[in-house]
């Protein structure tokens, strides 16, 4: 207690609560232009490095999330390419099974002959097949023709490199197919050294696909027909593959399906962290402005009358 | 006996002491809202009666009072107040000063928002991700460089801020100490004078509120103690004195700053040396160690088996030099590398013959990286093909080329915001820490949220404390002008009624001389 009070004493209290409403009402006008409750790393030092934090986590998400789009693009386009090879390849049994008839003459063989080489002219396409520029077939060889033209498509070896995606923090997911392990391996006949785990194969599609011809022109039906269980044993190769993409999908659609959780938990925490509570504020402001009020008018009473006023 | 003319002295006495009074009064009316300022009273005393002790005594009973006097005019001031408020003050100098200066440290970390460090490093590491997208072409790594420009840019500007502000500091200490030493030098001079006049008796009311300011002034500057005994005016800053009586010890910037934690201890001029050897300093070596931990400090990876290592690299021991073969991995390697650039130097760039790729980040002036001398690597300035993405290279006929497609460096580094790395192995001073640069990053941040914090609370309750012990002032030594009306009242009918005494004795005068003895005339 002021045992004695005077006008100065009193224009400085006023001064220093209007000061005080005044400075109130700027943090409340910040909070509420910026909408959130942290402005600078003094508002609340523990919620900040949670802030940043999070901030952090999701823009890293969001580039798994890229990652995972790209990654299932990838697979969408492997998915495509295969199933034109199936489907390929069981056009060449079908005309297989209708060459190693004993029936046909000479003539409808070489016809089939021709039409089988159009089909493997196909396949060498499909497996030279280009995704975003860049040779799908061809290992870490991006840039480089797997199967080139003047190159006999039997006797090559892709690159075993693999492409990765990060989609998640340490988790790196392969989403491209080895050549090789789609259109098979080199046959011991081509003499080509296939280093282990992999061997030569003699259902290499070119392969077959190079015996079927050559059976046909020389009109050789149970050459023909020998070719068939070793082109469906590489169909179900191709369909292995095939199922391995799905498998793959299946396995980036889950990683998704968590990033998409991790975004929204993450974007909650934020906003818990860093957003004002615009009802709490508002009211605030409300109660605020009308103290603010107050203290003026009151002020305005104070400060005028002194005995001078009532001295005639 | 008393003389005729006694009542004409006792109201005459009465109309000067009363006019005096009412000029005080309006003396405190008019000051009412000086700074500083103490209301003054003039002290009246009944004057000396007559009939005195002694042998010429009259056999009259009682004393005959002889009217009114004063003896001084004096302030009403408490010293001990000015004391509290001095010690209030200087603490409310330094942590104000403080608590600015962090405000400004934050403004230039700029947290949160999207512009800041953080989000440019999280943008350097998106932008590697991209590379590792597309390692084969030209188009990611420029967005590489950019990113990484742009991070470079900002770490510069960061420190150059940083400086500036220092530098901002030293020159705020330097005003301050001349503001200081003006202030001493007033103070002397105003001792003088007031030595001068109270030598002859009076009090030098105003001259002695005038000091008093002035010494408030001073003690928002620096921690000052006042003593004035024995007729000697003191003020020291700690052991220092500063003046004694009428001499003025003048500071240099020096002597100021070597008395640091030594004899100044409080108020702006010791906060700001404060903020600028501890604070700044602090932060500036802070981001330093987190820029060269970036780019140096040791962090363990792990090689992918396949990957080949550049011509003469040494990794745990093993110098890998030779063949393609000889120098490709056959199993996942864990090594400890220093840094980006250890990482980087790890794979080969987009050029032909395979090239591997040279430090990321290097200092402009050849010393240890800080945040002020990172630069980019020149050749990642002028070419973007220097920037290394694939760890392999394959042997064709004799020909060495780099397999372009291999991203397993783009990976390695993208996925960099996560590791761990040993800050202690790059720290120049005491900062030690082990994680990720974001790690790093959120500690400086939180750090300064929570000084910036303290700080804020220590002003405000400084400020309280000195707005209180104020108050205090205020009441005591304050003017109430309702106060001073009711004496200006009081005073003006103690005058009349003095005056009406005059008139009073007057017609008794008047009386004896013109109408007494006349009976009959």
Redesign the interface.
Known sequence: MLGRVTQGTMTAQLLGNINKNLKQAAELQEKMGTGRKINRPSDDPVGITYSLRYRSELSINNRFQTNVNSALSWLDFYDTILSQAVDVLKRVKELAVQGANGTNPQVALDNIAGEVEQMKDQLVDVANSMFQGKYVFSGQMTEQMPYPPGTDPKTVLTDQGSLDYIINTGIRLSVNLIGNNVFGYPPASTGVVVNPPNTNEEDNVFYVLDQIINSLRSGDHEGVAAQIPLLESRIDKILTQRAEVGARVNRIELMEQRLKDLNLNLVTLQSKTEDADLEELIIQSKVNESVYQASLAVGAKIIMPTLVDFLK | MRSTFHGLETGKRSLFAQQTALQTTGHNIAN??TVGYSRQVVNLISSRPIEAVGMMRTNVPGQLGTGVEFDSITRIRETFLDDQYRNGSQIHGAWEVRLDV??KL??I?N??SDVGL??L???F??SW?DL???P??ITARKLVRETARALVDAFNQTHRQLEDLQADLTENIQVKVAQMNTTLQTIAELTRQIRRIEALGDNANDLRDQRDVLVDQLSKLVNITVTEANGIYQVSMGGVVLVNNDTANLQTVDGIVGNFGGALTGGEIYGTILARDQYVTEYINQLNTLVNGLVNGEVTITIPR?SVLPEGTVLNGITYTGSVAARTLADDLTVTVRGLNGLHQLGYTLLDPPTAGGPFFVSADGGPITAGNIRLNPDIEKDASYIASSM?V?ENGGTVTV??????LA?LI??F??LKINFSSVSTGAITGYGSV?DF???I?????????EA?RQTENAKLVI?QV???R???S??????E??NM?KFQHAYNAAARFITTIDQILDKIINSMGIVGR
Do not use: C, Y
């Not at chain 2, 304050?478 to 106060?483: A, F, H, I, P, T």
């Open positions: 009412a809202n962090l405000e934050e403004t970390f947290e949160p953080r989000s490093l999280d943008k590491w998106a991700h590792s997208e597309n084969e072409d396949g392999r394959i397999v372009k497609g291999n991203k397993d990976l993208s996925q915001n996560d974001n990053f959120r500690s941040v939180g750090q300064l949220g929570i000084q910036a914090q804020e707005d104020d108050a205090r205020q009441a005591v304050g003017v109430s002008l309702d106060e009306m009711a009242v």
